[in-house]
């Protein structure tokens, strides 16, 4: 079956909509069953929600619309030292949790926190009780603080790197003409001895004589 065969198939539902991305099993109407589908777009409307869906089994790309209600949720979204004020409309029954990644206005962010009413910050909540959502942009390059100690002296500098970028307890770095080995890595969470850049708040380190195994971070410092 051609993906070119799009067609639109309309639910009207009165109070809910289905939160599709938990289960994307649809009816296929080239296969005339259900079938698992991958999502390949979404488009929210006050009162629609639009997926452009394909069907695993046959290839068969096609639309699917529901109405429901749709909850405006504000976003803050952070990149870097600057922050910026978004609103978005959420499916009322959709769960959001801290650390899902969402998009916003063409932006991937990621959750950092939820808001309800009365200030309360939780983990996870249903769109109908949020009142705010708190992100940092996956779409910048991720800013790292990094402090550098000896004899009491400490040196800090920051390095911009992907977000998926890994760093190491006891790894070898290379900024310019300074060689240091990771000795502890805090997050949010805790301390670490290995985690990404995106999850990373500070890394502390040693410096240490030049060697020739190590990771150059050279072009990343700012």
């Not at 698992?36 to 777009?41: A, G, Q, R, V």
């Not at 869906?53 to 749709?70: A, P, S, T």
């Not at 939820?114 to 009780?129: I, N, P, Q, T, Y």
């Not at 790894?171 to 805090?186: D, N, P, S, W």
């Amino acid at each position: 079956m051609s993906e070119n065969q799009n067609k639109t198939y309309e639910n009207e539902y009165d109070d809910e909509c289905e939160t599709f991305e938990e289960q994307l099993y649809f009816e296929c109407p080239a296969c005339n069953d259900i079938t698992p589908h991958d999502l390949i777009k979404k488009v929210e409307s006050k009162k629609l929600l639009r997926y452009t869906v394909k069907c695993q089994d046959c290839g068969n790309v096609h639309n699917i619309e529901k109405r429901c209600k749709l909850q405006h949720i504000k976003v803050v979204v952070s990149r870097y030292n600057q922050s910026e004020q978004f609103t978005i409309d959420i499916p009322d029954d959709e769960k959001l949790s801290v650390g899902d990644t969402i998009e916003v206005k063409g932006e991937n962010v990621e959750i950092t926190s939820v808001e309800l009413e009365g200030s309360r910050r939780v983990e996870s909540a249903f769109a109908k009780d949020i009142k705010m959502i708190w992100a940092k942009s996956l779409d910048v390059p991720k800013k790292v603080n990094i402090s550098v100690s000896a004899g009491g002296i400490t040196r800090s500098f920051s390095v911009l790197v992907s977000h998926n970028q890994a760093f190491e307890e006891d790894q070898v770095y290379r900024a310019g003409e300074l060689f240091f080995r990771i000795k502890r890595i805090k997050t949010e969470k805790g301390y670490f001895t290995r985690e990404v850049a995106r999850k990373i708040v500070r890394i502390y380190s040693e410096p240490v004589s030049p060697m020739r195994d190590f990771i150059d971070l050279t072009d990343y410092v700012i």
